[in-house]
Structures are given as C-alpha cells and as structure tokens.
C-alpha cells in the first residue's frame, strides 16, 4: 500500500532508493571530512605521514626553480632528502641549488632542461639520474594561458598547443617511465603529480590547461590502482590558487596561501590521501565544486574567466596605446 505524503503517494522502491541515494551523500561527506581533519590536523602532530625518507636518498623535483616546485624541493631536503631539481634557467637552478646545499646540508644535482622539448630531453635525464635511488618524484612542471581565452583565439596557438602538451602531460609520462623501474626494483617509492582544480571539471576558456590537468589526475590514480600494492604511492595534488608567479598572485590570503605553506600542508597528506586539493581552504573549495552541480559550476567559472580576460584584454589595449 502506498503512503500518503503531503507531496501525494509516495513509492516504496523510490523511497528505498532516496533513502539509500541520501545515506550514501551522507556518507562520503562524513569520509571526506574525516579524512581532511586526518590530513590537515592530526597528520602532522602524530606523525602519520609518509616518511619521506625510508623511500630512497633522492628526491628529484620538475620545475624546482620557482614556487610551489621551489618549495617542495625546500621542504623535502628539510626533511634530509638529496635533491636533483630539473628546470630550464641554468642560473636559477644554479642559485636555488647553493641556497639548498646551504640551508640544509644535503647534496643537489641540477639538470638544465627545457620540457617544452620532445625525446631527446628525456634521453638525457635517463643518463642524468642513472644509479640515483630516486625515493620521491615530484612532477611539478606546467604551463597555463597567459590569461583565459577562446581555444581559437589562444595567441600563437600550433606552438602554444605543443608546448602546453608536452609541458604539462609528456613530462609526467616521461618522467615516472623514467624513474618507476628503479622504485619497484627497491620495492618503494614515492610519485606526487601536480595536476589543478581546473582539471577537476571541464573548464571552458582555459580548456586545454584544464584537459591536460584531467590527464595528469587520470594517470595518477590509475597508476595508484596499478602500483599500490607494489610498494609505490601515486598521488595527484590539485591546487586552487596559489600564490605564484604562474597564478599572478602576490599577495597571499586564507584561500589563497603562500607555496611554502600549500607544500608544508600537501605533503602532511602524503601516505594518507591519494588525491588531494593540498591544504584545508583548497578541500573545502574541492568539496564545493564536488557536490555542487556541474551547469552551476560551469557557469560561475565561464563568469569568472570572461572577467579576467576582459581585464587581461583591456590591459594589453593600454599597453598598445602607452
Ligand atoms: N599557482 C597556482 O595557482 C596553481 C594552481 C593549480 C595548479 N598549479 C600547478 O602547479 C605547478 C607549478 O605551478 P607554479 O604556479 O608553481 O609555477 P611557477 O611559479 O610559474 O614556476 C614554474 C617552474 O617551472 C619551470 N618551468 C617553466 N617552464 C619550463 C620549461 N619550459 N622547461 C622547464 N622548466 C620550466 C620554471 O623554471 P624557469 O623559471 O627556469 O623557467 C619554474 O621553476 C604547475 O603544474 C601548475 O599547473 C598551480
């Protein structure tokens, strides 16, 4: 017999299947709110982390001359890793390098590479990090448009393409095809791929940079299913907005933190989640954007980067004129 509601007869098999559709909401909220107070607050202090280092004596660190890559090579040789930091400016690598060795007493290796490249760069690295014992990879390196923009619109867009690609997704691939092999002969290791909350949804006028991102959080988590029970931890890390010279933010803020504070954060997660928005503000952010409808999501990021663009546009008009 149907039951009466003030909404009119009321379905027991639907009524079965709201109840167990709302229980299962219920549920990964309360997960996922378990699991950020594990990672946020009580990782540090009780030490559940993963120690960085019983998994090898290198870290090696794409795109380690400037922020948030800069600062996982910091805070990973703070914690007695040696450090091989790849980039393209020779200098910066240089002078990053001393800043290290100086600081923390640990030995640095420095490759000069620009990963805008094809194969050949990757020949190299190979020769470069052969006999290291590579405990943790940081894929880092990437790209974003310049400023958010129509995909036929994108300035110098053939060579734009290929860089954006090759930067953001080849390096990732290369890079664990590299270092993977000597990780599993040691039967451990570490691989933490920084992908973006913009790959977290389709997102239109920095569409490529968003897919490239999805790409990055796709390979993890599959290479995470692969690997996990060999030993290896992959996880991808999907930032909000740090302030970077990439995000042309200076100043820092409680949604938008400094490198230093979004790395000391993420890799208090490492070991604990195998996908991750970093820091507490940025989960929240991630939650929002996980429960929130996709048309709504769309809409409020399409409003959002024809803003910036529009103020982007109007700023290079000025230029022209000036
Ligand atoms: N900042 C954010 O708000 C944000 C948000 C989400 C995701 N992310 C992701 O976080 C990662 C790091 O971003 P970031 O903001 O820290 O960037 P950043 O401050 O601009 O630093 C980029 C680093 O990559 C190196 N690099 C750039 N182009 C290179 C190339 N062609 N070949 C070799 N190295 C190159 C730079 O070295 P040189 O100076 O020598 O070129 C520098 O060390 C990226 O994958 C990005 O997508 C950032």
Redesign the pocket.
Known sequence: MPEFTPFGALNPALATLGAVVAFYAVFRLVTSLLNGLKAFFLAGPLGLSANVKNYGDWAAV??????????YAEQLAAKGLNIIL????ED??NNVAAEIESKYSVKTKTIA????GGEEIYTKIAKEVAGLSIGVLVN?????YRFPEYFHEIPDRQKMLM?MLN??CMSVTQMTSIVLPGMLDRKKGIVVN?????GMQPSPLLTV?SAT?AYVDYLTRALQTEYASKGIIFQSV??????????K?RRSSIT?PT?TAFVRSALATLGIEDRTNGCLSHSIQGWVVDVAPAWLVNKVTVSMHLGIRKSALRRLEQKKVN
């Not at 999907?238 to 995000?247: A, E, H, N, W």
Request: charge should be positive; glycine fraction near 8%.
């Open positions: 794409t795109g380690a001359t400037d922020g948030i890559g800069k600062a790849l980039s393209r400016s910066k690598l590479v620009d990963f805008t880092n390196v990437g790209i974003s860089n930067l953001n920084v992908s973006s909350a913009s940079y991102k999907l930032p909000f907005f740090v302030s970077t010279k990439m995000s933010i938008i490198p």
